[in-house]
């Protein structure tokens, strides 16, 4: 199995997660780790370098020029996948944390004919960090009963299997038109090529994200999602679309009585917290019910703040580097 972890200025999380993939467990001599150093300007390198010796399984390999069309992370993947020799890609982040029995679970989700396989990521810490991580659950979950609907939305890079076969198919990220957001983009086109996908939600692919640490950050990664929001199924907006005329609705003066605005809004946090709450039973999580019922405000209020921060004139920027807001 080859797991391929692409790290750009990852210096202050990247042992976390190099920790948890050494304690995996799966037999070392079946495991090889990659990591790619994007050209960091930290002590990224440095750390890996610490961290895997006497460490064979792991490789820490210096990525310098660009391979096709691809770009950024897509660039580092396009290596790594290049480099790697085993038939199964493992992805995940430099800030994630993965579960001891991460590789064969999702391994076992993908038999013939699934070509991409999604896993569950939370987040912890803070309050701050809690609240992203129920917002992860949501929208992972959310994602999942789309996909057993028949409605395959997208696969998340930060814990994902790609089978060397699908992979190929597409003719990798070298040969990929570029984007930014790179998973949903190998997603569509694994899709396309008849690959079957699956989003499972078990504690034994359950990956913690390191939070961003500030609302700058948070706002900063959330216009690059919101990029590819741009591109995903109708459906997906359609759901969006319903939230914001929710509040619209119950926001309009003098539309509705105010016992059933009321009603309205407990109502939906009622069910929202149901969800959140099946959500992490299913993930081996726990939350505090206080947390639970403070999300609701977070997500209004952050949902407002990405709009706005998106709109707002100019280039994505993510780990030290600018992105064209037109993709190409």
Request: glycine fraction near 8%; include cysteine.
């Amino acid at each position: 199995m080859s797991i391929l972890v692409a790290a750009r200025n990852e210096a202050a999380t990247i042992e976390r997660c190099l920790a948890s993939l050494a304690e995996l467990n799966y037999p070392v001599d079946k495991l090889e780790i990659l990591i790619g150093d994007d050209a960091s300007t930290d002590e990224t390198s440095a750390v890996v370098q610490r961290f895997i010796k006497d460490q064979p399984h792991f490789q820490l390999l210096p990525i310098r020029h660009r391979l096709g069309t691809a770009r950024g992370k897509g660039n580092v993947l396009a290596h790594l996948c290049r480099a790697a020799t085993t038939d199964y890609f493992l992805l995940t982040d430099a800030d994630m944390a993965l579960s001891p029995d991460w590789v064969q679970t999702m391994v076992a989700a993908a038999p013939a004919g699934v070509g991409i396989v999604t896993g569950i990521t939370t987040a912890d810490g803070s309050l701050f960090g809690r609240l992203q991580g129920l917002d992860w659950l949501f929208g992972l979950n959310l994602i999942r009963l789309l996909t057993d609907c028949g409605l395959p939305i997208t696969a998340v890079g930060n814990n994902m299997l790609v089978t060397r076969a699908a992979y190929e198919s597409s003719g990798g990220y070298e040969a990929l038109a570029f984007s930014i957001t790179e998973d949903l983009q190998l997603f569509q086109q694994v899709v396309a090529q008849g690959w079957r996908c699956q989003n499972i939600i078990d504690p034994r692919v359950l990956g913690i994200s390191a939070p961003q640490p500030t609302l700058g950050h948070l706002l900063r990664q959330r216009k690059r999602w919101m990029k590819g929001a741009s591109r995903l199924p109708w459906q997906l907006g359609a759901l969006f679309s319903f939230y914001g005329m929710f509040y619209t609705v119950l926001g309009w003066p003098n539309l509705l009585p105010l016992s059933t605005i009321g009603m309205l809004y407990a109502g939906k946090v009622l069910c929202q917290s149901l969800f959140l709450t099946i959500t992490l039973r299913q993930a081996g999580h726990r939350e505090r019910l206080g947390v639970l019922l403070l999300y609701d405000g977070y997500l209004l209020l952050m949902s407002l703040a990405v709009l706005a921060y998106t709109v707002w004139p100019g280039n994505i920027e993510w780990k030290a580097r600018r992105y064209d807001w037109v993709e190409g």
